[in-house]
């Protein structure tokens, strides 16, 4: 067990303040703590402070806007404020549905989607999702400039991200979905031992919009606990555009199957082995494309 | 505070205040202390309990701002401001069981007993869920939770007797006697 000191700054000015003073000291950020504070029980950390986000007061920060172009998410907006918000329900339900599977009512309503995205495990199921919808973060370093960066190049490896040390990620942003696009065909499907506070097997989140011509003009696709890191497959989505997603034979559905499974680079642990891992990867992603005819 | 020298490893303590089952409380706590242990060791609330500590029983689960969490995984300073709602907080003032406590008896949905205080919490914070989303809407028909939308709350709630079913029969009853 770490023992620790928990500084509170309560404005991103003070924040700053708070960064720049613990200088080449052993800090960590805190924000919903359901990781961290699990992460610290297990291993000894000498000398290990905290720099709570929790208390800053930043609407930005804490909530969801619209904007222009898209959605702003604030790194400290909780995973239970994605459920219950109607806009993500309705024009991004990968992201919906990835927020509802995550662990459970409680840890829901204090975990971030900050903090999912920070962590970087490659089964972060949020995150997947934010892969799929080509999200960018939105980093504020302590000098008070910001950089944007797209959520693939932001995680490096197993909790390993680009973030440096005088920065935090501030907000999330998912691009608005094709003005022409009149339909979505968007989930995050999820394979686990069991369903409930699972982490997962191999994930899979998809995002697929169509004219009215039912043509696909755009598709976003990311899979999780499959590679050291959640990959975006590029070239499975660039096969899907200008096909009919009503309309998609069986050996277009195996050819799409194998650009996903050409990102996958899975290990075996204690919850799968790589082969089991791959072909159910496989498998997933053909019924992506199983939609019925309405 | 600081007495020199000698007490430099001595961790500074926080003051902290919030609202402890309707009534302001204060304390003076390590930076690291958890809800959880701040709630039975300092308060002596022993009603929530700790088991697994590490997110996934939920018998540890507190309310706070009337919206369940696991007291074992939140630091306390946290809690500053806020209103936290233990098992002792549901019973009302006279002595008898709330609503969903009452339900949990009825329905035999509580055996060793060591799950229930985080059951009836999350229970009751499903009640407020639905009662925050009734009053934001503007529709006028009523929304109450199926036994899918129930069990899916309870899903951060392990019991290792009952099975559940009295568990989610009690809680439809709870929600229902809206």
């Not at chain 1, 899979?223 to 555009?241: K, Q, V, W």
């Not at chain 2, 229930?116 to 028909?141: D, R």
Request: glycine letters at 6%.
């Amino acid at each position: 067990m770490t023992d620790f000191e928990i500084i509170s700054p309560a404005t991103i000015k003070e924040l700053f303040i708070v960064i720049k003073k613990c200088g080449k000291d052993n800090f960590r950020f805190g924000a919903g703590y359901t990781d961290l504070l699990n992460e610290l029980r297990k291993k000894t950390e000498p000398e290990l402070k905290i720099i709570n986000l929790a208390q800053v007061k930043d609407s930005q920060f804490t909530g969801i806007k619209t904007g222009i172009r898209g959605l702003w998410i604030g790194a400290m907006t909780t995973i239970q404020q994605l459920v219950s918000n109607q806009i993500i329900n309705r024009e991004f339900p990968v992201l919906h549905q990835s927020a509802s599977s995550l662990a459970s009512t409680q840890v829901r309503n204090v975990a971030t989607i900050g903090g999912n995205i920070c962590t970087a495990s490659p089964s972060g199921d949020v995150s997947c999702a934010l892969v799929s919808l080509n999200a960018s973060c939105e980093i504020l370093r302590v000098d008070g400039r910001t950089r944007m960066i797209s959520i693939q190049d932001f995680f490096l490896g197993p909790r390993k991200t680009l973030l440096n040390r005088d920065e935090v990620l501030y907000r999330i942003f998912i691009p608005q979905n094709k003005p022409t696009s009149v339909s979505v065909h968007s989930g995050f499907i999820k394979v686990g031992t069991r369903q409930s506070m699972e982490c997962s097997v191999v994930s899979l989140a998809f995002h697929i919009q169509s004219d009215k011509k039912s043509k696909i003009i755009k598709a976003g696709l990311a899979i999780g606990a499959a590679s050291p890191t959640i990959r975006f497959t590029e070239s499975a989505c660039n096969f899907l555009i200008d096909k009919t997603l009503k309309n998609i034979s069986e050996s277009i559905k195996d050819e799409f199957a194998e650009n996903v499974v050409v990102y996958a680079s899975p290990i075996s642990d204690l919850r799968a082995s790589a082969w089991y891992r791959k072909e159910v990867l496989y498998n997933i992603s053909k019924s992506v494309l199983e939609v019925n005819p309405s | 505070m600081m007495k020199g020298n000698r007490n430099r490893k001595e961790k500074q303590l926080v003051r902290i205040s919030f609202s402890l089952n309707g009534q302001k409380v204060e304390a003076e706590i390590k930076s690291s202390t958890i809800l959880l242990d701040l709630i039975r060791d300092v308060f002596s609330l022993k009603g929530t309990k700790g088991a697994c500590r590490e997110g996934e029983c939920g018998s540890c689960t507190v309310l706070l701002n009337d919206v369940p969490v696991n007291s074992c995984l939140f630091p306390a300073i946290n809690a500053n401001g806020k209103n936290i709602t233990t098992i002792e907080g549901l019973t009302k003032s006279d002595g008898s069981l709330d609503e969903v406590q009452e339900a949990i008896v009825q329905n035999g949905a509580s055996q060793c007993g060591f799950c229930t205080s985080g059951v009836a919490l999350a229970i009751k914070g499903l009640k407020y869920h639905y009662k925050k989303l009734n009053n934001s809407k503007k529709i006028n028909a009523v929304l109450t939770p199926n036994r899918k939308d129930i069990k899916k709350w309870l899903e951060g709630n392990l019991c290792r007797c009952t099975g559940y079913v009295k568990i989610i029969d009690a809680a439809e009853k709870a929600l229902i006697n809206e």
